[in-house]
């Protein structure tokens, strides 16, 4: 192993993903909605399908994009922090931009540069681990990437709700990322780098296959789920305005994410005792009886106790989830395993707008009361079906 000039800090590598986190969640959970809403009126969810599955598709291409020539940069000595202040310095430009557009099209515009700035910085930043942390320490510096996205999806939408001035949104959250991309790249440039492992062919077999398709299908639902929430609140929980339900929708991320915590403590012995399909299916069917519980009630009440069942179910998948996973992707194949496993995550963003709109629409259900509660039918179905398929997988491999 290197020496190093400074020990790998868990806290200040992680730092960027708070910032990062705290993008996603502002624009993923309201921003993005709530900005649609504004420009494209009662067209607004499938402006919002539009606009979320071309975004995706940006982020897919650029990751795909990037990650190779990173990989090849950082067999020279590259610590890939160009990669980090690059990505981080259009998608603050781009962030200002989302919040002033005065019209659809250029907030698609500044959505897609943005999409494609976080690309940019994103696949290069999830080896950071690996790049600078021995693996006797990728347990505890994995734990603080977990809680510092907790962290970062809840500022995120704390912020999207509170701050009612677009422009001064905007300028808070490219300064959180600027300065968080600011630190952790600081720190990096002061952390001998680790040998570049020994490149290990990936091989795509059925388990991998079966784990990449239950995992897209689980997130198809949860995106669903995320992307529909602030429409659910507007029009079902009939939110009196704008920035009333943007304030509603960030009180419920705030909720989901919390117990989404409790959840993950929960499962955590389970994990390592039982089959971990088990736990995963325990998770997921929580997750189902919550938007059961979104689409029959009309309250806010029903819908933060259906967010609060969400939030459990969704902790305990999140941890078997990961649990199966590091028993199945070579550990030899680092950066082309998490270029595949990031599409496992890209690709149902770019599904479940994609997917709603199309029922949406033959439902004639793009506006009023009805739609929501269809795309979280959606979601329910997307969910049981992904924890279905789940259990093609060997039980030897999943520790039964």
């Known amino acids: ?32 909605q709530a900005r649609t809403i504004e420009l494209a009126g009662p067209a607004a969810m499938v402006a919002y399908g539009h606009l979320a599955t071309y975004g995706a598709i940006v982020a ?36 200002v931009e989302f919040y002033r557009a005065p019209a659809l099209a250029s907030l698609t515009a500044a959505f897609l540069v943005l999409q494609a700035g976080m690309n940019v910085a994103i696949g290069p930043y999830q080896a950071i681990i690996p790049d600078v942390v021995g ?50 790249s600081a720190h990096v440039r002061q952390c001998a780098l680790e040998p570049v492992p020994e490149v290990q062919p990936l091989r795509i077999d059925r388990p991998f296959v ?44 705030l909720a989901f994410t919390v117990v989404g915590v409790i959840g ?18 325990a998770g997921g069917i929580v997750v189902a009886v919550a938007l059961a519980v979104f689409i029959g009630g009309s309250s806010l009440p029903l819908a933060a106790a259906a967010t609060a069942i969400a939030g459990l179910g969704w902790g ?20 082309t395993t998490m270029g595949i496993w990031n599409l496992a995550l890209i690709v ?18 793009t506006a009023g ?14 969910t049981l079906a992904g924890i279905a398929w789940l259990q093609r997988l060997p039980g030897k491999l999943t520790g039964e």
């Open 60 to 95: 897919a291409v650029v990751q795909i994009a990037v990650g190779p020539l990173s990989d090849r940069l950082r067999r020279r000595g590259s610590r890939r922090i160009e990669f980090y202040l690059v990505g981080a310095t259009i998608a603050a430009a781009a962030l």
């Open 369 to 382: 009361p009805l739609g929501p509660k269809v795309a979280f039918g959606l979601a329910l179905a997307e």
């Open 135 to 184: 693996r006797e320490r990728y347990g505890v510096a994995s734990s603080w990437m977990a809680a510092l996205q907790s962290a970062g999806n809840a500022l995120g939408a704390l912020a999207a709700s509170f701050i009612n001035d677009a422009r001064a949104l905007g300028g808070a959250l490219a300064g959180l990322l600027l300065g968080t991309a600011a630190i952790t």
């Open 264 to 281: 993950a403590a929960a499962a955590a012995r389970p994990s390592d005792r039982i089959d971990k399909r088990l736990v995963a299916a």
């Open 316 to 335: 305990v998948f999140l941890v078997a989830d990961w649990a199966i996973a590091c028993r199945i992707l070579p550990a030899g194949a680092l950066a």
């Open 1 to 32: 192993m290197s020496a190093r000039t400074t020990e790998a800090s868990p806290l200040r590598l992680a730092a960027f993903w708070l910032g990062i986190q705290a993008v996603w969640g502002a624009l993923l959970g309201i921003s993005l």
């Open 210 to 253: 079966d784990l990449f398709v239950s995992r897209a299908l689980v997130y198809v639902g949860f995106y669903t789920l995320l992307g529909y929430l602030l429409f659910y609140v507007s029009a079902v929980l009939h939110a009196p305005s704008l920035p009333r339900a943007r304030f509603e929708s960030g009180v419920l991320i």
């Open 348 to 365: 149902p963003q770019i599904v479940a707008p994609a997917l709603t709109t199309f029922v949406l629409q033959r439902c004639a259900a």
